[in-house]
């Protein structure tokens, strides 16, 4: 006996799931649907199979193939255009020589095949129907049989004044090729609809075999949910390819679970997941696989699909999340809420209950979900944040993403233009940068190709090259964070309309694909550290900082960023003594005292960021460092004086300093860590004090900052709103709005690119009034969303 699986089903009811996927290839503890009709039909010796497809086929042969992985052989026949159930087999019908079993790719059941067969061949019957019982017939075929078990009547989808029976047509036959001879070639045929009834009307030989096995038509979502937990409530006779480590709770190869996980069955952990401490597993949660949940995340009755990353402290209660989405830390998901395939939902999100969010769709932090979204965004998307793109490395930052920012890029720069690329010393950096860079070239881009350094060296290279721009890719500190940065021909951040073009390109997927003689071509180079360091050393009066002979104790960082600290500060004439502390605050400022050193310099993320201690035991911390970011307009505004912005405590404090010695071009270098050290450090000689005693000879300026929330769509009002409510000499339009105060203060406030907020600075001379002056402008935010 041969076998027919039906998989040409597009699932509708099953959206947003099946999207992307068709209905056969939705999984079931981690293997589609269809792979346990195909495993059932193995099981009672039916080995050559026909499989009809039609909606995303292709998923279904790449993963299937020809059948030869389970022991079977496989023909597809393509259901083009859709004949139905009938009309399908109907293209079959030279293959199927004798008789056949048909069952559904999108069913659940352990039923006996073989005690069927039996049944149907003991006598010359025409078609056997599979029926079950169930207790609500009315979304089913109704079928009602005499003693010898004849179908006398089939009803399909009865009302209940039609429900004479319980037992429903399960869509599992066994047939005769006699059949094919009541259906016409290339023509629709529906077994329910067209052939039964005809075969009934001529009192052929159509009978109902009962069965008492598990049967469940995965034909909706609680359908597919209760699927998941019959099976590992062990309802269900079929395998599961996992090992039973514990009473109900099923686990595959490679998984970590770190100490103070925690997981309760019944439970599936696919192979390669990794469970985080503090994180807890709920009865009936599958975790499919190379899933990650982080730490004290909650799960239960929950449904991951596989490449899922759950963030720290997210809940989720009866929800399912399709794979490749990512939920990031704080997350609420409320029972029956489905995230589709590739979903991205930022921080501190709820979704709430039977919310459904379509595939691909990027839901903005802090939102909370009361609809179903299926348009192509939930908000306003931004790829890039000044001029940077950063995410959790190979789950957030992946080279699957690489390949299409670099095509989205590589699409907004000329043809056979050049650009420099460079990474740091990080394996997973370099990574990414071999990906960006074939990935570029077939957009027709030549690339420079740099050693490994830092990032402040390679922004000073890209200004020294004849290209278009820089790419440059590093890890964090915390070795999880992998961030790429775009700069321009002269080595600045690149600017918001180059943003808006590459996240446009993106999102569009519009990448410019050239002809084969123009593709790129890569140039690797050896960049110069030391002219950067000499460039450096000509922003600063170098002979006033060389007498005074610092002394500074240094942390050391990567070797390529290590040389370069040694390299600028002994052109300045100071002496190194390197720590290996970064964590312990107190030890540092213990160090910086009994040295006598004259400062205590921590740098942090290939040395953009810095913290300094001075021999009073205060710790300053460079502005960029935390999520505080003050334009260079705010900060700058009087040729000749150079802003000094860095925190102490819990204030932010800005001197005004005159510049000596420093050439127009200096601008290149102000966000520079080396050049804003070496200009504190050339300010100390200059006025021959010590570090602490520097803010204290200059006006000082208290910045504070706060956030409110406010919705996307109210975002343009509200500042249209603020705008009205100033007079114009008051104000000035930058990427947000600066109010101007008197003594020079100001406030200033923009919209977040990646959350529904806005972010309000100020200034003042006193930390109470920065304050005063945030907390009346947060009320009229609020106050202008109201109207």
Known sequence: MKGVILAGGKGTRLRPLTCNLPKPMLPLLNKPVMEYSLELLKKHGIQEIAVTVQYMSSAIRNYFGDGSKWGVKIFYFEDAPPLGTAGSIKQAEDFLDEPFVVISGDALTDFNLSKGMDFHTSEHRLVTIFQKEVSDPLNFGLVVTNDTGRVVKYIEKPNWNEVVSNTVNTGIYMMDPEIFSYMKPNTFHDFSHDIFPLLLERNERVYGYLSDGYWLDIGAFPQYRQAHFDLLAKKVDVPIDCTEILPAVWMGEGVTIE????????????????????????????????????????????????????????????????????????????????????????????????????????????????????????????LLSRGSISGKANIHMTPEQIVKIAGAYGSTLPLAASILVGSDQNPYSKLLKQVFISSIHATGIHTLECQETNDSCFRYAVSQESVEGGVFFYMQDDAEEATLRFYNATGFLVSGRKEKDIETAYMSEEYRRTALESIGANLPIQICEEQYVHSLSQMLNVPSIQQQRFHLLVNKLGSSFNSTVISFFQSLGCRITWVYSRVNEDHIKSLVQSSHADMGVIFNEQGNGFELYDSRGNVYTSIGQDSIYIPEGLLHKEAGVYPLSLKRGTSYITCYVEQTNTPDHAARFRQDALFRIGKLLEIMAWQKLPLYAIFKNHPQFHLLWDEVICPWKEKGKVMRMLIDDVPQHELEVLDGIKFIHDNGEWSYIVSDSRQPKLIVYSQSSSPAMAKKKITNIIEKIREYQKV
């Open 259 to 382: 100490e103070g996980a925690k997981i309760q069955g019944p439970a599936l952990i696919g192979d390669g997941v990794v469970i985080k401490a503090g994180a807890a597993i709920a009865p009936y949660t599958i975790v499919g696989k190379n899933s990650t949940v982080c730490e004290n995340a909650q799960l239960a009755k929950t449904i991951v699909g596989n490449d899922v990353h759950i963030g720290k402290q997210c809940e989720s209660n009866g929800a399912t999340i399709a794979h490749g989405t990512i939920v990031e830390d704080g997350v609420t998901l409320f029972e029956k809420s489905i995230l589709a395939d590739h979903c991205k939902v930022g921080k501190n999100t709820v979704v709430k209950a039977n919310v459904k969010i379509w595939p691909g769709r990027i839901i903005a932090g802090s939102s909370v979900l009361i609809s179903s979204v299926m348009s192509e965004q939930e908000n306003a998307f931004s």
